[in-house]
Every structure is written in C-alpha cells, then in structure tokens.
C-alpha cells in the first residue's frame, strides 16, 4: 500500500516537473520573440527551476535514509538468523551439490558424535541407513535432485558407531545448489513406540487363549441347547458369540500390526491358485453380500493363476479390502473384483460403489487408527487397522497399493505384486 502511494506521489511530481518546465518554455516560444523575454515570465521560470531541484533533492534523502533503514534491518535479521541456527538444539547441516557438509551447527556436530573440523566435507549419504533398501534408495535419489523431503524417518549411524532414529527434512535454497538439512533426533520416542509394540504383542497373545477357549465353550453350549433353548437363550447366545468374534477379530489386527512392526511375521513361500484362494474369501462374505442385495462382479485373467507368495499376508489383503468393500456400500450396491497378470505383475483391483472417501483425507488412509469422518457416520464398525496392516502386508510381499476414490460415487484400491512362478 506504501509502495503504491509513494509509487503515485513520484508520478505527480514528475509530471508537475515536466508542465513547469516545458510549458513557460514553450509560452516564451511562441508569444513573444526571443529578444523581448518578459523579466517576470524568466524570473518566474527561474524560480520553478529551483523549485523542482530543491524536492527532487529531498526525495534522493528520503530514499537514501529508506535504502539505510532497508539494510540495517536485513543486516539484524542475518544476525538473527545465525544466532538461531548455531544455538538451535536442532542439528542442522549445508550440503553442496555432491551431497558434502560445508555448514553445520555445534547441534549437528554433537549429533554426528564428531568434531568441527571432521564434520565439514562428510558425504552425508554415507551415514544414512534403512532397512528396506527400496526406500533407502529413494530417499537418496530425492537427497541428489532438487526435491524437498519432509520429516522421513531414517537411520544415521555416527562417528562413534552408534545407531540414531532422524526425522529428516532437506529443502533447497532458492538460491544456489546447496540444501538445508534439518535432523530431528527421535531415537527415544522409537525406543518407546518399540516397547509398546512389544507390550501390545504380549497382551493380545495371552488374550488370545482366553478368548478362544470362551468361544468354544459358547459353540459347545448353542449344541448342547440345541432343541431345548428358549427364544431369548437364543439371542443371548448370538450375542455373546457376535462380541467374541469381534474380540478375537480386534486381537488377532494388534497382534498382526505388532508382528510386522518388530519384523516377526513368519512367512512362507507357497504356490497358491487364485481364483481357489478367492473362492475361500468370498465364502466368509457370502452372507452378507446376499443379506444386502450386493451385486458382486468377478475379473480373473487367466483364471486359475497359479503363483508363489505367502497366504496369510495374501488372504489379510484380500479379505480386508472385500470386508471394507461390503461395509461401505450400501445395500443394492456393487462390488468388483478383478486380477490380472501385465509384465511379471499380479495386479488386483477391488472396487465399489459405497460412500467413498473424501478426498481431503485420501492421504492419511493407510495411517494406524485413521478413520474417513463419513465412516463414523455410516454406523459400520472398524478399528481403522484393516488399510494399514494391508499396507505392511503388500509391502512385506514387494508390492505396492495405490486408491482412488471419491465420496458417494465409489473407492477403487489397486495392489501390484511381483509374479512369482
Ligand atoms: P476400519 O476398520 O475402520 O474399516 P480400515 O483401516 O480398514 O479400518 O479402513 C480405514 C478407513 O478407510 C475406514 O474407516 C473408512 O473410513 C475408509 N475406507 C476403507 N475402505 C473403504 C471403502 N471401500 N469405502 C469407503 N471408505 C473406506
């Protein structure tokens, strides 16, 4: 706003220079003959001449005195700026274009585990380390070109040996080919996430003996009754029965989400027919699909495929997707599944027409406990596990999953995995 009144008083002014100049000239020109100047007419334009000097002057001052004030301040934020950057608990590095320290703070020096002249020239890659190599190697794909990485968590291993979890974010300067590292040491909340982990797995373990013994003795008591059960028996029954199921359901997802956190979910290599695999998947649904008029479509190309992967991490992808697909749609509605098999690649789609998600939330989907605001409003229950165990799962197999979707029209979930033979 300033700039734009200063911008315009300059304007005027230049303009009222121009007239009072050029115009007596001009009237000097052509009403009276150059040997009988009028004295006021030429004092008058004298006087206009100084004029115009004189604030032309003070405009040069004021600018100067702005240009002052300009520099004072950027010189103040500079030092600002440095102090924040040595006294930040924060570890913060510069690295050129070949991926080399050459600024830190006393922060990252403590980090590194090292000294002020060692750190400077470290190839900073060198220090890095992830356990699934994929991701590692994207990280530093990223690390080498111009993109902006924010808070990805990775290992750094220090001068001395030991072993640290960061939360690391690069952002390139605008100017120049050096980037800014920042490197936030979470190796404490790790430890902590990792005892949980561990305390979680334990729990649900023991639970789950417990659990199964109250099951089986409420299927041996709905026998037992079998002629003899009264009506409201019965429902009890059922009742009791329904909420152990989906006990066992929410204990058998924390001990799946703690067995692939800590790397402990046994695998093993089998040949599975897919179309039989899925036949046994949409048996534990058919009730439901038939009970809500779901149209159910099926893809398979070729049939009867025949391939080697891991069946339980298989069936906890295939059978979340399908039971997510038959909560979310309603009655009457469609579910498609399809498979197909393009360049080495198993590619699995399951798509419906439910309540979709909406799209400002599409990014946390595969987050632990995350659930869509319009799921909470459709009454299906859900822990918000299913989508992040299925991640882990198609990770653990090397594939990948993407969704589409969009709200009251449908969701599409995409998995790829590799063909092996
Ligand atoms: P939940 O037990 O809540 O279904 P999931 O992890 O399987 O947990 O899914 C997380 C959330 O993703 C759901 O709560 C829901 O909001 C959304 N979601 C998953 N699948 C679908 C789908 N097919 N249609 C609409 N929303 C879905």
Known sequence: MIKVVRTSLRFIFYLFSFLVLVIPVFIWFFTESPQQVSPILFGAFLLQVIAVVVIQSLFAKTNEQLRNKQ??????SSEQFVS????????YISLDAGGRVVMYNPAAVRLFETTNDKIL??????YLSLEDENDLSIILGKLFSDHTIVDQEIQLHTEKGSLRWLLLSVYVYELGEQRLVSMIDITHQKAVDAA???????????LRTPIAAIRWNVELLVRSLEATKTEAQAKYLTKIDRNVMRMLALIN???NVSKLEMGTFATTAEVIDLTVFLDAIVDEYDQKLVENKIFFERTENPPNLNFVSDPRLLHIIISNLLSNA??????EGKIKYQYELIDNEIIITVSDSGIGIPADELGKLFTKFFR???AYSHQAVGTGLGLYIVKQSVQKLGGTIVVTSQENIGTSFRVRLPYLS
């Open 71 to 76: 520099t004072q301040i950027s010189l103040v």
């Open 84 to 91: 924040l950057y040595e006294r930040s608990p924060i570890p």
């Open 121 to 126: 020239g470290l190839r900073f890659s060198d």
């Open 196 to 206: 949980k982990t561990d305390f979680v797995a334990l729990a649900t373990h023991q």
């Open 253 to 255: 997802d924390f001990l």
């Open 326 to 331: 038959v909560k979310y749609v309603p009655p």
């Open 372 to 374: 869509a605001r319009n």
